[in-house]
């Protein structure tokens, strides 16, 4: 974002008048900003391996300075972002937002992220590397490898081999802290450019 964009954004008049429920789409980007900057605090600290990763939570816990606020902050702010977008794609089911000019794409769009929100949660729940983490992902590879035909080779693909192990928390971390977030930095670039062309609100 150059810096005339993030001035004429800031600079943007704010209508008091306007419901809350109409801006739940700039709180679920602000909300993952939040999440994006704590989530760079916190991999300064976190070793996604089989044998470091409890540990070195254990040690953002207890250890390093506000590490336990900072943690805290990203695991509300991320079940706060799941909620706030079912509410957003709630309101844009109930008023049809989806049937307005672009709604069609915008409403894809929404659909993606809250999928993609629901996978940073699956991924960051097994980050710690704990017991419930390592049986979490037991079942979810368990459920994936039900899939018809390719659900086998999704599974394998899933785990990083034929069973979960520190391989699975290196694929798991590499995805909730690196892929993810660019796929949602580029949904929402591309919900901004649906919503200037008259789609979602």
């Known amino acids: 974002m150059s810096a005339g964009t993030l001035r004429a954004f800031l600079s943007r008049p704010v209508d008091y008048r306007r419901s809350f429920f109409w801006d739940l789409g700039r709180l679920a980007v602000f909300l993952f900003g939040v999440e994006v900057v704590t989530g760079i605090l916190l991999s300064l600290y976190y070793r996604p391996d089989g044998e470091g990763a409890y540990a070195s939570v254990g040690t953002l816990m207890s250890h390093v300075t506000l ?13 706060a972002l799941t909620v706030v977008v079912g509410l957003y794609l709630a309101r844009a089911f109930f008023l049809r937002t989806f049937l307005r000019p672009n709604g069609s794409v915008g409403w894809v769009l929404a659909v993606a992220f809250s999928f993609l929100t629901l996978a940073f949660l699956l991924t960051g729940s097994v980050l710690p590397w704990d017991e419930q983490a390592y049986w979490r992902t037991v079942m979810t590879a368990e459920l994936v490898s039900e899939v018809p035909v390719v659900g086998p080779w999704l599974s394998d693909l899933f785990r990083g081999g034929p069973e979960v192990s520190g391989a699975t928390l290196v694929r798991l971390a590499a995805l909730h802290g690196m892929l993810f977030p660019w796929l949602a930095f580029g949904l929402i670039l591309l919900g901004r450019r649906i919503r200037r062309e008259g789609g979602m609100k």
């Open 67 to 79: 590490g336990w606020l900072v943690r805290g902050i990203h695991l509300v702010t991320a079940h």
